[in-house]
Structure formats: structure tokens, C-alpha cells
């Protein structure tokens, strides 16, 4: 009986521990279906995008395009200064050329953007300007946004960022920047498997059921 009683403890109290665990919820980008607005302050008349049979979405030109998160999940708006999330950026980044358009075998790129990787903007409050705080610079020419994280592979290469380790503040929108102002033939930026990953801390609530848990299967455990 002893036994039996000490058994149901434990599952009790693994079961609440289970309550108290962080709860994780994935946003993944169908870029197919996401809704894309164009910077107008940094795109031209030949910024462009195309989204593959495979899911990947590929940036030509001088092209900065945003996702809308609330158009695209429901979400207003990324908040990065609250203590009890944190959002972590999962995705795979390549950069190509054509072989006929100057790229070498296999897409190698013979030339680069200036800027080639993501700003997260807030475009609440009527920003028109990329700020390079809010930027990963994964390659490119200019000494423009964090530089944290380089592509450095001729193929797909997956990044992974905790955004709230190198962001402050608030986001509305991903943006993906090929930012090509002068000459850079007709290398693209793609992108793929993008995941915006938000995880909660447990409350207040969920760690004190945790603690009367364990605490009686520690008495529990004294008896036997």
C-alpha cells in the first residue's frame, strides 16, 4: 500500500512539473501565403521576389520585403523587452547566382549585396528607414547592421537567433533585405524553413503547484 501510495505521488508530481514547463508556440512562415509589403525608401523598380515549388522564397535586386506578422499569424507585434518571453528566429539562408548570369557551378556567386539578411522593423509608429540595431548582416560589402552571425557556405546554411540575446524593443515585421544600391549582377538572397519560435516562462501559479507537488512527495517519500 506504501508502495502504491509513493507511486502515485511521483506521477503527481511529475505531472505538475509537466504543468510548469514553458509553454512553446511555433509560428512557421508559409511565404507562399505571407503577406509581403515593399520598402519604399530602400526598393527600385526592379526589386522582386518569387516563392519556389519547395517553399523557398528568393530576393532579387535592391529588394527589402516585410512579412506582416498580424497578417500573416495574428500577432500585433513582437515584444522583446518583456521578461517572460522569448522568441527565437529558426532558418535556412543561401546566397545564388545563375551560372549564366555570372555565377559560377552549383550558384557560387561572383558578386555580393551590400546587405544581405533581416530587419526587424516596427512600423507602428510610421518608420520608413532601416536602423542597423535591428538588423543581422549575414553577408554582404558594407559594415551595415549586427554581424553576429556569416553565412559562410556556398549552399543552404541554417541560423539559428535568439533574438532577445541581440534585440531590444518591439517588432511588427521580418524583414529580408538584398540591398544591391550599386552594381551586384543578378545575385539573390533566398530564404527557407522559417520558424518564430515564442516561449512563455511558467507562472507564478504553476511553480507554487509544483512546489506543493514535490513537497508531498517528499513526505510521502520519508514515510515509506
Same mark, same amino acid.
Given at each position: ?52 515549388n ?28 518583456d ?12 546566397? %545564388?547566382?545563375?551560372?549564366?548570369? =555570372?555565377?559560377? !557551378?552549383?550558384?557560387?556567386?561572383? $558578386?555580393?549585396?551590400? #546587405? @544581405?539578411?533581416?530587419? %526587424?522593423?516596427?512600423?507602428?509608429? =510610421?518608420?520608413? !528607414?532601416?536602423?542597423?540595431?535591428? $538588423?543581422?548582416?549575414l #553577408? @554582404? ?12 557556405n ?52 504553476s ?18
Amino acid at each position: 500500500m506504501k508502495l502504491a501510495r509513493k507511486l502515485c505521488s511521483v506521477i503527481v508530481a511529475c505531472g505538475m512539473a509537466a504543468s510548469a514547463n514553458a509553454g512553446v508556440i511555433n509560428y512557421d512562415v508559409d511565404f507562399d501565403a505571407a503577406t509581403f509589403e515593399g520598402m519604399s525608401r530602400q526598393n527600385n523598380v526592379d526589386s522582386d521576389y518569387f516563392v519556389q515549388n519547395n517553399g523557398a522564397i528568393r530576393i532579387y535586386s535592391d529588394s527589402w520585403f516585410a512579412i506582416d506578422l498580424e497578417d500573416t499569424f495574428g500577432i500585433d507585434s513582437v515584444n522583446l523587452d518583456d521578461s517572460l518571453t522569448n522568441y527565437t528566429l529558426d532558418f535556412k539562408f543561401r546566397l %545564388f547566382q545563375r551560372r549564366g548570369d =555570372g555565377g559560377l !557551378d552549383r550558384g557560387e556567386p561572383t $558578386s555580393l549585396p551590400e #546587405i @544581405g539578411g533581416l530587419f %526587424f522593423a516596427d512600423f507602428s509608429g =510610421g518608420q520608413t !528607414d532601416a536602423v542597423s540595431s535591428q $538588423s543581422f548582416n549575414l #553577408i @554582404g560589402t558594407q559594415n551595415w547592421g549586427l554581424d553576429d552571425f556569416s553565412y559562410t557556405n556556398d549552399r543552404w546554411q541554417r541560423f539559428s537567433i535568439d533574438l532577445d540575446n541581440y534585440l531590444s524593443g518591439s517588432f511588427t515585421h521580418i524583414v529580408l533585405v538584398n540591398d544591391c544600391d550599386n552594381e551586384c549582377g543578378n545575385t539573390q538572397v533566398r530564404f527557407r524553413d522559417m520558424t518564430l519560435s515564442e516561449v512563455s516562462a511558467p507562472t507564478a501559479l504553476s511553480l507554487a503547484v509544483l512546489g506543493l507537488g514535490i513537497t508531498g512527495w517528499r513526505r510521502h517519500r520519508r514515510s515509506v
